[in-house]
């Protein structure tokens, strides 16, 4: 089931320690807190943002070879907002107004944003259910669609494109396009799976169908490192799987020992480690007058090693190919793609020059054969009408002379 490699206990403060002690406040002095004024809640909007890389749409630092590779924008949002705001990070000490360059609105308020790990590729989610993912790099949108009709969109993740089928074009001979997959969780539990490639149209595939237990609501979707292919999930009442998502499939459950259960299940505790292998959990004891292991205290962080799953051999044993999220080839880099190209078919267009030469010998054979047969045809001709006119002028020298 897996091995406790911690306890937790030195956590000196939690969130239910503080609301156990507001708890216990508000009992003790109950008849006191009526003549105190009410506070007016004052809820503060929370931003999220994201580094990205200059592209066509963000063009400041395109041209500077200093920032390949560096993020040149942060793009903000703030909860509760219907906007999306792009500052630069390359501005000097004279700019002090510090203003976004780029305001991208929306026809709802946005609740979910995802980035690509190389930035050029970003998803946005509505309240409304419809997602849009816009490429970057050239500034147009990949992809418009709406997954609900009633329920906004919690979380957005690109997953890794290895597992997205791609359709490869055999000239020129450089990259054009890839297509990659988003996976969108809805507030309703519904969870499904894009294809933003350029120009896809096709439907989303269901994962995971809308759910209305509240027991049974995910609260928990992340990517394993190691195996793209497979998310881990959790739900509201604990339980733990490995779901394929190419094939929305369950693959199997991850168990904790029968004395713990999942710490906090509508917002549990996990991380991934040594490239995917490992999955650590923390759990909480349910009888806490029970030792599990002596001195182990009340909560545990249990590894489990994903590498020793039977039903994940062949996920490892497969050899995947790296692909880019975006394809956009520089004009210097298509100029090298097609001149190894010319270099590497030169013996190839050697052995083509000579068939073609063989080809035109016999072509021109066959045509003086052809001159040749039709030379001799025009002289049997001749000859033909020469002897018509001897003989034409015999009968008229004898018709004279009667």
């Given at each position: 089931m897996g091995e406790v490699i911690g306890t937790g206990v030195n956590h000196s403060l939690t969130s239910q320690h503080l609301e156990h002690r507001k708890a216990v406040f508000e009992h003790l002095h109950e008849q006191y807190l009526k003549y105190l004024p009410k506070e007016q809640d004052s809820t503060f909007p929370q931003p999220t943002f994201h580094f990205l890389s200059a592209g066509r749409m963000l063009p400041n630092g395109l041209e500077q070879p200093s920032q390949e590779g560096r993020p040149s924008y942060v793009g903000v949002r703030w909860s509760g907002g219907t906007q999306l705001m792009y500052y630069s990070l390359l501005k000097t000490a004279k700019d002090f107004e510090h203003k976004p360059e780029v305001v991208c609105p929306y026809s709802d308020v946005i609740t979910a944003t995802g980035l690509s790990p190389c930035t050029s590729l970003l998803a946005v989610g509505l309240t409304n259910g419809i997602v849009i993912v816009w490429d970057m790099h050239i500034g147009m949108q990949r992809r418009v669609i709406s997954l609900s009709d009633d329920a906004a969109i919690s979380k957005l993740?690109?997953?890794?494109?290895?597992?997205?089928?791609?359709?490869?074009?055999?000239?020129?001979?450089?990259?054009?396009?890839?297509?990659?997959?988003?996976?969108?969780?809805?507030?309703?539990?519904?969870?499904?799976?894009?294809?933003?490639?350029?120009?896809?149209?096709?439907?989303?595939?269901?994962?995971?169908?809308?759910?209305?237990d509240e027991n049974e609501l995910l609260t928990l979707i992340e990517?394993?490192?190691?195996?793209?292919?497979?998310?881990?999930?959790?739900?509201?009442?604990?339980?733990?799987?490995?779901?394929?998502?190419?094939?929305?499939?369950?693959?199997?459950?991850?168990?904790?020992?029968?004395?713990?259960?999942?710490?906090?299940?509508?917002?549990?505790?996990s991380a991934m480690g040594a490239d995917g292998q490992m999955l650590f959990?923390?759990?909480?004891?349910?009888?806490?007058?029970?030792?599990?292991?002596?001195?182990?205290?009340?909560?545990?962080?249990?590894?489990?090693?994903?590498?020793?799953?039977?039903?994940?051999?062949?996920?490892?044993?497969?050899?995947?190919?790296?692909?880019?999220?975006?394809?956009?080839?520089?004009?210097?880099?298509?100029?090298?793609?097609?001149?190894?190209?010319?270099?590497?078919?030169?013996?190839?267009?050697?052995?083509?020059?000579?068939?073609?030469?063989?080809?035109?010998?016999?072509?021109?054979?066959?045509?003086?054969?052809?001159?040749?047969?039709?030379?001799?045809?025009?002289?049997?001709?001749?000859?033909?009408?020469?002897?018509?006119?001897?003989?034409?002028?015999?009968?008229?020298?004898?018709?004279?002379?009667?």
């Open positions: 993740m690109f997953l890794n494109p290895t597992i997205c089928p791609q359709d490869h074009d055999n000239y020129p001979p450089y990259g054009t396009k890839t297509s990659s997959y988003v996976l969108a969780w809805c507030s309703d539990g519904m969870v499904s799976l894009i294809n933003c490639g350029m120009g896809n149209t096709t439907q989303p595939v269901i994962i995971s169908p809308k759910i209305t990517p394993l490192t190691g195996i793209p292919e497979l998310i881990l999930t959790a739900r509201r009442n604990g339980t733990i799987f490995l779901v394929d998502v190419t094939k929305s499939h369950t693959l199997c459950q991850v168990v904790l020992p029968s004395t713990h259960e999942l710490t906090t299940p509508w917002e549990p505790i959990l923390k759990a909480t004891q349910k009888n806490p007058n029970e030792d599990y292991i002596p001195d182990s205290g009340p909560s545990s962080i249990f590894v489990f090693q994903l590498r020793s799953f039977p039903s994940l051999d062949r996920y490892w044993r497969k050899e995947r190919e790296e692909i880019p999220y975006i394809t956009h080839s520089t004009m210097d880099k298509r100029i090298d793609a097609l001149l190894k190209e010319r270099i590497a078919q030169q013996a190839l267009r050697q052995a083509r020059m000579q068939k073609r030469w063989s080809n035109l010998k016999q072509e021109l054979d066959t045509i003086q054969q052809i001159r040749d047969a039709n030379r001799k045809r025009a002289g049997m001709r001749s000859e033909f009408v020469v002897e018509e006119e001897e003989e034409s002028t015999i009968t008229r020298t004898t018709l004279l002379a009667k």
